[in-house]
Structures are given as C-alpha cells and as structure tokens.
C-alpha cells in the first residue's frame, strides 16, 4: 500500500527563518493532497488542498509544492512566526481514495 | 455550519472497562473516519464509514474496537476491554467526497486508562 514518509519529525527555527516540511509518497496514482495544521491541544485543521494538476500553492505565509517526478510534496514557511509554532501533517490520498497520513512535523518558532 | 463533534472531551477508564466515544459529522457528510492519535505512532486509522457503510476497520483494531454509524449523523466507537496501551486521543473526521475532500477534525476524545 501506500508509503508516506514526513520529514523531518521535530523541526527548531528562529522567528523570521523559513522553514521546510517534506512529504514523499510512492503510489505514482496519488493526485490529491493536503497539509494539515494541529496546534497544542487542538485537532487537525486544514492548511491547503493540493490537486494533481498544482504545481505551486500560496497562502499566507507559506508555499506548497508538489513534484510529482519524484513524487514528493512539500510545505515551506517563509518567515516562521511564533503563532507557527505546531504540528503539520502531511496527507496524500491515492488513486483507490485511501488517505494516508504522514507521521507529523512538529516545529517549534522561538521569538 | 456545526462542524464535527465529539464527546466527551476527556475520558478516565480503569483497565478492563468498557467506554463509548461519541461522535457527530458535519451535516451532510458521507464519510466518516475514526483515528487514534499517540505521539508515538501519530495519526492511526481504526475504522472509516461510506454512506453509513463500513469500509475499512483498521486491521489491528478489530479484536476491541468497534465502531457503529447507527444513522447518518452519528456514530459510536466502542473499547471494550480497555488497556492502558489504549491510552491516547480519539479523533473523529468527516468529508463530503472522502478522498477528493478535505476532512474536518472534531476537537477529539483524551483517553486514559489507569
């Protein structure tokens, strides 16, 4: 079945710093994707829905990127604030509709 | 909209109890997804309903866990016997499409057995 590896699982970086969590996959038919954001004691929250046909996502403060050449997806924060601060998962949903979970990023903004 | 609830929101059981976990999808969902959440082994798929159907019961669980979609806007997962490795949170999900969907989280159920 499909494989879904997340790094890296604990990420450190100083306000104003990026930071990048990636995702690989190995079912070539995966072709929808999604980031999700979990902040301390709170549950799962959608951060961005990736199609097969998007290359580049944008929001606020982070770019979403997908190469499905390698088969690999990724979430960058462009200047990391504290309210950061979470756990991000990765999800890739592949070609018989199964969701599978990444195993979660835990980064951590220090003012 | 209601978004996706659960209770309760905490749980205490003594080993060998028998607890349910309650859980209502968003209005007009059709599917519906039952995790456990450790930091161990992270997001963990015990059972997933299509359309009140039972797709998938997440293999290892099935000895203890059950989970029950009695009708479209409930659903029931029930730990019977409870162990401490049991110990964990509970998540219920909802979409409206399943893969092509996001899933909308409920705010979970904090399980400990002592």
């Known amino acids: 079945g499909e494989q879904v590896e997340q790094r890296p699982p604990h990420l450190s970086v100083r306000e104003g710093d990026s930071a990048v969590i990636t995702c690989t996959y190995t079912?070539?038919?995966?072709?929808?994707f999604f980031w999700y954001k979990q902040e301390p004691g709170a549950s799962l929250q959608l951060l961005m829905k990736?199609?097969?046909?998007?290359e580049i996502n944008e929001g606020q403060g982070f770019t979403v990127l997908l190469n499905k050449k390698d088969k690999r997806l990724s979430l960058n924060l462009t200047a990391a604030h504290p309210g950061d601060s979470a756990a991000y998962f990765c999800?890739?949903?592949?070609?018989?509709?199964?969701?599978?979970f990444g195993a979660g990023t835990r980064l951590k903004v220090i003012a | 909209d209601a978004g996706v609830t659960q209770t309760p929101r905490h749980e205490v059981a003594e080993k060998g109890q028998t607890i349910i976990l309650k859980c209502e999808p968003v209005?007009?969902?059709?599917?519906l997804f039952w995790y456990r959440q450790t930091k161990i082994q992270g997001l963990e798929l015990l059972s997933y309903f299509r359309s009140k159907s039972l797709m998938e019961d997440g293999g290892a669980f099935k000895d203890r866990f059950k989970a029950e979609m009695l009708n479209s806007s409930f659903s029931t997962l029930k730990i019977q016997p409870t162990e401490p490795k049991d110990s964990a949170v509970y998540l219920c999900a909802s979409s409206l499409l399943g893969g092509a969907d996001e899933q909308y989280f409920g705010p979970g159920t904090r399980l400990t057995v002592l």
């Open positions: 079912d070539p038919n995966s072709y929808y």
């Open positions: 999800a890739v949903v592949t070609g018989n509709y199964k969701y599978v």
């Open positions: 209005s007009g969902h059709n599917d």
């Open positions: 990736v199609f097969s046909s998007t």
